[in-house]
């Protein structure tokens, strides 16, 4: 089995899912929120879930070497303070050969090229009433759902990542996922 680590899990119903379907890999979910992991606890030990565990942790303050051959974040990455850092320490966090798997919302970083957007004007406003304001409340960057494409492959670089593809899923006009590796 392998070794997976989901930050800002929430609830963590994406790993215990994942862990449900791969009992030889073993799971863990950090994020700030204390109601959010207790409820991820208690969904494991209702569902009888073993080979996964849940952590309060400050994704800024995460350090972990080497210990993950893979790493997911869930839309999760605009919201935080320092983004920057928290890609440094997922970087840091993965084993050679692992990967990073970071689902988040599919714009560009130039306002212009989101006005044809099927879904820009609610990207906009969530971005606006719950992204930026999560962010800026902690004095943080304020990235907001719509820092785009452009600005995130650029963050991966700079947080050391060397391979980076872009995928996206012909069903989903919400979202890109980038393939992030070592």
Do not use: K
């Not at 070497?65 to 983004?83: C, E, K, M, N, W």
């Amino acid at each position: 089995g392998i070794d997976v680590l989901d930050v800002g899990c929430g609830q963590g119903r994406a790993l215990l899912e994942m862990a449900a379907r791969y009992p030889s890999s073993r799971f863990t979910g950090y994020d700030l929120s204390r109601e959010g992991i207790g409820r991820a606890r208690q969904a494991a030990r209702d569902r009888g879930v073993a080979n996964l565990g849940f952590e309060v942790r400050d994704l800024e303050l995460m350090r972990v070497d080497s210990a993950y051959d893979l790493v997911t974040g869930f839309d999760i990455v605009h919201d935080q303070r320092r983004p920057d850092i928290v890609l440094r320490n997922i970087r840091r966090a993965i084993r050679p050969g692992g990967l990073f798997l970071m689902q988040d919302i599919a714009a560009s970083s130039h306002v212009e090229q989101n006005i044809d957007h099927p879904i820009g004007p609610f990207l906009y406003t969530i971005s606006l009433c719950h992204c930026m304001p999560v962010s800026l409340a902690r004095e943080g960057m304020g990235l907001g759902a719509c820092w785009g494409r452009e600005l995130a492959l650029q963050m991966l670089t700079e947080a050391g990542f060397t391979h980076v593809e872009l995928r996206d899923l012909p069903h989903d006009i919400q979202n890109h996922f980038y393939l992030a590796m070592p």
